[in-house]
């Protein structure tokens, strides 16, 4: 599972109008398939499904995803919040807003950086306030 910087994720999404989320979803569908096992997975189909829809199916898509990561990171460290209810809300508040699905994006990504860590061995820590 490879690493993905919050800020490039982002800025990527919002300078090519979304485009890029489509191969956003490709890449971390297919290395979701390759961390869960889960071979139902079809990320180009997913993707061609996406486009399709103008985005609709990849709503489905990023909260199933929110999802399994979910699954992945309990079966690996045990507690893990879930994510996918905040992701869809995002999701489809963007059918409004045009706009909530980089965010609903950037706290994918977020959760995926931590599945990554997690599968590589390298101990997930969570933030402590200051103070």
């Not at 071979?39 to 829809?53: K, M, Q, R, W, Y």
């Not at 807003?97 to 994918?108: D, K, N, P, R, V």
Request: include cysteine; charge should be neutral; proline fraction near 2%.
């Amino acid at each position: 599972m490879q690493r993905r910087e919050l800020v490039v994720t982002g800025l990527l999404t919002f300078v090519t109008c979304g485009l890029y989320s489509f191969y956003w979803q490709y890449q971390t569908t297919q290395e979701l398939k390759g961390v869960t096992g889960k071979s139902d997975l079809n990320p180009g189909l997913e993707l061609l499904l996406s486009v399709i829809t103008c985005g609709i199916f990849g709503i489905y898509v990023r909260y199933r995803n929110a999802q399994l990561v979910t699954e992945r990171m309990r079966s690996l460290r045990g507690a893990h919040d879930d994510k996918s209810t905040l992701v869809l809300v995002l999701d489809l508040a963007s059918l409004v807003t045009g706009i909530t699905f980089i965010i609903a994006i950037l706290i994918e990504q977020d959760e995926l950086n931590k599945l990554a860590e997690a599968s590589s061995g390298v101990s997930v820590v969570p933030s402590q306030p200051v103070g």
